[in-house]
Every structure is written in structure tokens, then in C-alpha cells.
């Protein structure tokens, strides 16, 4: 089945720690997102990527790092320097170019705790 | 993007049709309007989205004023699997734009 997959479901990151969250999609999409959600709360949006070794920064970029090296996969490694890290993190991606009006399809999160 | 107004929460009957009201006065001509639902710890899931006609999918069916200033979206057989919070998102579709802004929503209860 198509669809975007986030791994891990639960991550936890020690003081001081980077930690990688990936997403991959096997729908063939050109974009892909990063956004944070907090409780109670919308998405906010981390970083984008409308196209293979190209991303822009969303409102709250700082503190994150991402990569698009393949079409597949973009993830995001949340630094040492986001002091506050925890959340629910989901990606999205949308179909090509010519779909300016498609929806953006969800993964199923990954939540970040700190110990 | 235009700013949404939607109730806070809502019941409905299992079996019955569950319809959701979404206020969009200050919608503009390219903007387009998107329902997503998430499930508690889940991802938002995509339901439908329209411009101006009315759009019918195998979920749910999305009913847009002649004016554009309002949309429901109803969901005609409501399952208790249909429980969750339902955003309704007006954008403008351009590659320009790519954030998504979700507000509240309305936290819909399907009761058995």
C-alpha cells in the first residue's frame, strides 16, 4: 500500500542529544513537510521541501536540521540546540507540481519526549 | 489565508448523518477549502476539499454557500470511528504558500 511512513511512534532524547526522526513516502510526491504539534495546539510548520536536494525553513526552524537526498525520504534531526523539544512531529507530503490545489497527506507522528 | 470559524464540539447519533459547520466570511476567489480530521495520537487525515462547487468522496460529502462565506461537511452514516476533531482549512493553492494552518477544530462525539 502507498503511504508515509514515520518510525519510530515513541523517541526519547537525553540533554544534549540529537536525535533523527524519519519519513518516507512511497506515493511518488514531490513535497515534503515537517511540522511540530503541541498539545492542544495546531501544527506549526518546521521545514519544507518542494524537490530533491532543496528545503526551506517553515516558522520554527530553529533548532532543527533536515536532508532530501531522495525523493523518498526526508528527515528531520531535532539539535541540541531546540530546547524544547518535545512533541508530537508529523510529516506530509503532496503530489507533483501540477497539483497546486492537492491536499498534503499525513504520517502517523512520531512522539518526541525528553528524559 | 482566511480565517475559519468552527463550533467547539458537536454530537451526533451513531447512524446519523453528522453535519459540520465551518465559517469562512473573509474567503477570497483562489482559496480553496480543505476538511482533515485527526484521531487522538494519530496523524490528520485528509477527508475532501473544494473551490466552490459541492464535492462528494466515499468519506464525506462537502456542501459550499453560493457566496463561498461558509461549508459544511457531512458525513451521512456516522460511525464511532468517525470521533475525532475535524479542521476546516481555507488556502490559497500556489506553491508560494505550503503551510497548512490548523486551528481548533471541532471535536466531534459519535455516540452509540
Known amino acids: 500500500d502507498g503511504g508515509i511512513t514515520q518510525s519510530p511512534k515513541y523517541l526519547f532524547r537525553k540533554e544534549g542529544q540529537n536525535v533523527t526522526l524519519s519519513c518516507e513516502q512511497n506515493?511518488?510526491?514531490?513535497?515534503m513537510y515537517w511540522y511540530r504539534q503541541d498539545p492542544g495546539q495546531g501544527l506549526r510548520l518546521i521545514y519544507y521541501s518542494q524537490i530533491v536536494n532543496d528545503f526551506q525553513k517553515g516558522d520554527i526552524a530553529e533548532g532543527y536540521s533536515v536532508s532530501r537526498e531522495k525523493k523518498e525520504s526526508f528527515p528531520l534531526t531535532v539539535t541540541s540546540a531546540q530546547k524544547n523539544p518535545t512533541a508530537f512531529y508529523l510529516c506530509?507530503?503532496?503530489?507533483?507540481?501540477?497539483?497546486?490545489?492537492?491536499?498534503?497527506?499525513f504520517g502517523d507522528g512520531t512522539r518526541l519526549s525528553i528524559l | 489565508d482566511a480565517k475559519t470559524t468552527q463550533p467547539t464540539s458537536m454530537d451526533c447519533a451513531e447512524g446519523r448523518a453528522a453535519n459540520l459547520p465551518c465559517n469562512h466570511s473573509?474567503?477570497?476567489?483562489?482559496?480553496?477549502v480543505y476538511w482533515y480530521r485527526q484521531i487522538h495520537s494519530q496523524g490528520p487525515q485528509y477527508i475532501i476539499h473544494g473551490l466552490k462547487n459541492n464535492e462528494t468522496n466515499e468519506m464525506a460529502s462537502l456542501i459550499i454557500t453560493e457566496d463561498r462565506k461558509s461549508s459544511t461537511l457531512i458525513l451521512p452514516h456516522a460511525t464511532l470511528r468517525d470521533t475525532a476533531v475535524y479542521y476546516c482549512i481555507v488556502r490559497i493553492s500556489n506553491f508560494g504558500n505550503e503551510k497548512l494552518t490548523f486551528g481548533t477544530g471541532t471535536r466531534l462525539t459519535i455516540i452509540p
Open positions: 506515493l511518488n510526491h514531490d513535497a
Open positions: 506530509a507530503s503532496r503530489p507533483p507540481r501540477q497539483g497546486a490545489n492537492q491536499p498534503q497527506h
Open positions: 473573509t474567503i477570497s476567489g483562489n482559496e480553496y
